[in-house]
């Protein structure tokens, strides 16, 4: 089974500037995500996908050489995954010679997720599924909780005809992706451009370990975890 694993890694970030080059706990957000990358190397291409130069000298210190940037047209805000994973299957497929039987996509803002965390996500996937998903509860941010607004009202988002007030730990399990792992049919990206297929396994991990790096908060919570580990 060939499995390459992407490292989406973008320039820009408006909510914290360099985001995936911050500092975490005295090193690159990035350099979390590639420490993992190391114990998985054997069963698995890594490859490093970025629109900046500097994000490319910054891996290449811990040993991944990003042979080429990103086009223009696969950089900026409005940029979609997707395509980016699409754009890079094509190139390294193009390269190798091969074509890859799956595809992992691991975000840096994930610093928390480990090796054994997509090595379990393999044993799951086993043939059985086209896709593996990583997620996390909602906890006390439930569905039966949430609300929209109409005009000047405040109404439910789910409407089932009453003001729901039980306890978290009575409302129905919900989960979220936490974005750490996507493990995939390398296929379903090159035909249907879908990351999840519909035959979709998942594997859950606790909140700790599903924090995404979006604003400056989400940072100190990672930097108190990886402190106090």
Known sequence: MKILAII?????????????????????????????????????????????????????????????????NLSGDNV????VLSYEIKKQ???????????????????????????KCLELLDGKFDSIVSIKSVEGDH???????????????????????RPRQKLPPVYIRNGAIYLTKAELIRTNSTLVGDNCGFYEMNNSDSINIDNLSDFYSAEFIIKNS
């Open 80 to 83: 979609e995954t997707l395509d």
């Open 8 to 72: 989406p890694a973008r320039g820009g970030s408006k909510g914290v500037p360099k985001k995936n080059i911050k500092n975490l706990n005295g090193k690159p957000l990035i350099y979390w995500t590639l420490k993992e990358c190391d114990i998985l190397k054997d069963s698995m291409d890594i490859l490093v996908s970025t629109d900046s130069q500097e994000i490319a000298d910054v891996c290449e210190d811990f040993g991944y050489v990003v042979n080429d940037l990103r086009p223009h």
């Open 143 to 165: 569905p039966f909780r949430m609300k929209r607004t109409a005009g000047n009202k405040l109404i439910n988002f789910i409407d089932q005809g009453f003001e729901d007030m």
């Open 93 to 119: 497929e193009a390269n190798s010679g091969f074509k890859y039987d799956y595809v992992l996509l691991l975000q840096p803002t994930c610093p928390l997720r480990k090796a054994h965390h997509i090595k």
